[in-house]
C-alpha cells in the first residue's frame, strides 16, 4: 500500500468513503461464491436495478469503460481498487445475466459495434436500465457453436429470425438479447453467422423457463416466430458473427473479469463463506476444519494469481485468445466441485439444508450445482481441446464438416453419411 500510487491511493480513499456513505455493507462472510440461485422477483431485480444506477451516479459502474459512453476511462487498476474496498459492501446483484451484460456483452460490444450503436446502449448498460442476455446455444448446438441453426433471412430492408435458443441464464428478465443467427448456409459453418440484437419483449420472441436440479428457474429456452430486425440492429459486420463470438468467449471464460471478494493487498481473503459455516456449526477449532479452509484458501489465491496472468497476457494481444482464456474456465470448472464437496465436509449434517437457514442453506445447492461450472459455457474437455489445439499447437482433431457449406453438412447429418 506504501508503494501506492497516490493518485490510486486517493481514488481508492475517495472509493471508501463514498461506499460508507451510500451502500450498505453485507453480512460477514457472505454468500458462497461458487453458485447463486438465478431465480428473481420482479421486486428483486428492481431493487437491484435501483442500486446499479447509484453506483453509477456515483462514477463507479463502468471505471473501465471509455468516457464517451458513460464511463470512467480508468485502467483497470482502479477497478480493482474499488472491488477491493467495496468487497465488504452489498453491491448490485442482477443475476447472471446482470455480470453478462458487464462483461462478454458490453466488452464485444467496444470492440465491435458502431459508435452510435454504443452511444444508444451501453450508458443504460451501466445504470441499469438495460439488462442483456445471450441467444446463443441452440438444442441442436451446444458444444458446436458454430452448428446452429437459428436463421436470419434478408427481406427487403429488413431480416426476419426463426429458430430457438437454450440455456439462457435471466433471459426472462433481461431487455435485450444477442442473437447469433446463421445469414448465409452455403459457405463453412464459421463463415455463415451474424449477430443481431433483439428486444426480449419483440413480436415472435417466446420465453419458458427451464426448472433445473435445486428447483430454480434461472435458464430459459427461446422461440423465435418471424422476428423482424434491420441492418441497425446487426452487431458488427454481415457474416462475421464468429470473429464476435470469439471476444465474446475471452470475457465469457472469465479472461478479463477481476475476481472479486479481494483484500486491500490484492489478494483473496480467507475463504469468507466457509468462515462464516465454521463458526454457524461450531467447529473453527477443529484442526481439519482449519486445514479444509486453508485448502479452500489456497484454491482462491491460485486462482486469483491465474486470472492476473490471463488478464496480463490478453491484454498484450491484439487479437486475444479464447483458448487463453479457457485455462480460467477450466481451472473453475475443476476446482468447483472441490470447494462445495469442502464446504459439505465443514457442515457435516447441519449443512444438508434447503434454501431457509441463512447461515449454511448455500452449500447443500453449491454441492448439486458444484458441477454445473465444468459444462456451462463450454466443458472442461472442451477447454482442454482448445487449450492443446489453439495455445500448445497439438494436432487438431479429425473433421469432416470444417471446410464443406453448412447445408451439406445437415444433410449428411440427417442421412448419417459424412462422406458427401
Given at each position: 500500500?506504501?508503494?501506492?500510487?497516490?493518485?490510486?491511493?486517493?481514488?481508492?480513499?475517495?472509493?471508501?468513503?463514498?461506499?460508507?456513505?451510500?451502500?450498505?455493507?453485507?453480512?460477514?462472510?457472505?454468500?458462497?461464491?461458487?453458485?447463486?440461485?438465478?431465480?428473481?422477483?420482479?421486486?428483486?431485480?428492481?431493487?437491484?436495478?435501483?442500486?446499479?444506477?447509484?453506483?453509477?451516479?456515483?462514477?463507479?459502474?463502468?471505471?473501465?469503460?471509455?468516457?464517451?459512453?458513460?464511463?470512467?476511462?480508468?485502467?483497470?487498476?482502479?477497478?480493482?481498487?474499488?472491488?477491493?474496498?467495496?468487497?465488504?459492501?452489498?453491491?448490485?446483484?442482477?443475476?447472471g445475466a446482470g455480470a453478462m451484460t458487464m462483461t462478454a456483452i458490453a466488452q464485444s460490444m467496444l470492440a465491435h459495434a458502431s459508435p452510435a450503436f454504443l452511444r444508444?446502449?451501453?450508458?443504460?448498460?451501466?445504470?441499469?436500465?438495460?439488462?442483456?442476455?445471450?441467444?446463443?446455444?441452440?438444442?441442436?448446438?451446444?458444444?458446436?457453436?458454430?452448428?446452429?441453426?437459428?436463421?436470419?433471412?434478408?427481406?427487403?430492408?429488413?431480416?426476419?429470425?426463426?429458430?430457438?435458443?437454450?440455456?439462457?441464464?435471466?433471459?426472462?428478465?433481461?431487455?435485450?438479447?444477442?442473437?447469433?443467427?446463421?445469414?448465409?448456409?452455403?459457405?463453412?459453418?464459421?463463415?455463415?453467422?451474424?449477430?443481431?440484437?433483439?428486444?426480449?419483449?419483440?413480436?415472435?420472441?417466446?420465453?419458458?423457463?427451464?426448472?433445473?436440479?435445486?428447483?430454480?428457474?434461472?435458464?430459459?429456452?427461446?422461440?423465435?416466430?418471424?422476428?423482424?430486425?434491420?441492418?441497425?440492429?446487426?452487431?458488427?459486420?454481415?457474416?462475421?458473427?464468429?470473429?464476435?463470438?470469439?471476444?465474446?468467449?475471452?470475457?465469457?471464460?472469465?479472461?478479463?473479469?477481476?475476481?472479486?471478494?479481494?483484500?486491500?493487498?490484492?489478494?483473496?481473503?480467507?475463504?469468507?463463506?466457509?468462515?462464516?459455516?465454521?463458526?454457524?456449526?461450531d467447529r473453527t477449532g477443529d484442526p481439519l476444519v482449519r486445514q479444509l479452509i486453508a485448502r479452500a484458501h489456497t484454491i482462491d489465491v491460485a486462482l486469483s494469481c491465474?486470472?492476473?496472468?490471463?488478464?496480463?497476457?490478453?491484454?498484450?494481444?491484439?487479437?486475444?485468445?479464447?483458448?487463453?482464456?479457457?485455462?480460467?474456465?477450466?481451472?473453475?470448472?475443476?476446482?468447483?466441485?472441490?470447494?462445495?464437496?469442502?464446504?459439505?465436509?465443514?457442515?457435516?449434517?447441519?449443512?444438508?439444508?434447503?434454501?431457509?437457514?441463512?447461515?449454511?442453506?448455500?452449500?447443500?445447492?453449491?454441492?448439486?450445482?458444484?458441477?454445473?461450472?465444468?459444462?456451462?459455457?463450454?466443458?472442461?474437455?472442451?477447454?482442454?481441446?482448445?487449450?492443446?489445439?489453439?495455445?500448445?499447437?497439438?494436432?487438431?482433431?479429425?473433421?469432416?464438416?470444417?471446410?464443406?457449406?453448412?447445408?451439406?453438412?445437415?444433410?449428411?447429418?440427417?442421412?448419417?453419411?459424412?462422406?458427401?
Open positions: 500500500m506504501d508503494s501506492e500510487d497516490p493518485d490510486l491511493r486517493e481514488y481508492r480513499s475517495n472509493a471508501r468513503a463514498w461506499l460508507t456513505g451510500n451502500l450498505a455493507r453485507r453480512a460477514t462472510g457472505g454468500r458462497s461464491p461458487i453458485v447463486r440461485s438465478e431465480t428473481r422477483s420482479a421486486e428483486d431485480i428492481a431493487r437491484n436495478r435501483a442500486l446499479q444506477r447509484v453506483l453509477f451516479e456515483g462514477g463507479y459502474a463502468g471505471i473501465t469503460f471509455p468516457k464517451e459512453y458513460g464511463g470512467q476511462g480508468l485502467t483497470p487498476a482502479y477497478e480493482r481498487a474499488f472491488r477491493a474496498e467495496a468487497a465488504e459492501f452489498v453491491l448490485p446483484d442482477l443475476g444508444r446502449h451501453i450508458p443504460k448498460m451501466l445504470s441499469g436500465e438495460e439488462v442483456w442476455c445471450q441467444f446463443y446455444s441452440e438444442p441442436e448446438a451446444g458444444s458446436d457453436l458454430a452448428g446452429i441453426r437459428t436463421t436470419a433471412k434478408r427481406d427487403g430492408d429488413r431480416w426476419v429470425i426463426n429458430g430457438s435458443k437454450i440455456w439462457t441464464t435471466g433471459a426472462y428478465y433481461s431487455d435485450w438479447a444477442m442473437c447469433l443467427a446463421r445469414t448465409d448456409w452455403n459457405v463453412p459453418k464459421h463463415q455463415g453467422l451474424t449477430w443481431f440484437v433483439i428486444p426480449t419483449d419483440a413480436a415472435g420472441v417466446t420465453i419458458q423457463k427451464i426448472t433445473q436440479i435445486d428447483g430454480n428457474a434461472g435458464f430459459c429456452q427461446e422461440f423465435l416466430d418471424d422476428v423482424i430486425v434491420t441492418d441497425d440492429d446487426m452487431l458488427g459486420e454481415l457474416g462475421q458473427g464468429w470473429t464476435v463470438a470469439q471476444t465474446m468467449l475471452v470475457y465469457e471464460r472469465g479472461g478479463g473479469t477481476p475476481m472479486a471478494g479481494l483484500t486491500a493487498s490484492g489478494r483473496p481473503e480467507l475463504a469468507p463463506d466457509l468462515v462464516a459455516l465454521a463458526r454457524a456449526v491465474l486470472g492476473e496472468r490471463i488478464r496480463a497476457r490478453l491484454a498484450g494481444s491484439d487479437t486475444p485468445n479464447p483458448a487463453v482464456a479457457g485455462y480460467a474456465k477450466l481451472a473453475s470448472g475443476t476446482f468447483a466441485p472441490v470447494r462445495a464437496r469442502i464446504a459439505a465436509e465443514i457442515g457435516g449434517a447441519a449443512a444438508v439444508l434447503w434454501p431457509g437457514d441463512e447461515d449454511t442453506s448455500d452449500v447443500a445447492m453449491n454441492y448439486l450445482n458444484g458441477r454445473m461450472v465444468a459444462i456451462a459455457s463450454g466443458t472442461n474437455e472442451m477447454q482442454r481441446n482448445g487449450i492443446g489445439e489453439r495455445v500448445l499447437g497439438l494436432p487438431r482433431e479429425p473433421s469432416f464438416d470444417q471446410a464443406k457449406p453448412f447445408a451439406e453438412v445437415v444433410r449428411a447429418a440427417h442421412t448419417w453419411n459424412h462422406r458427401v
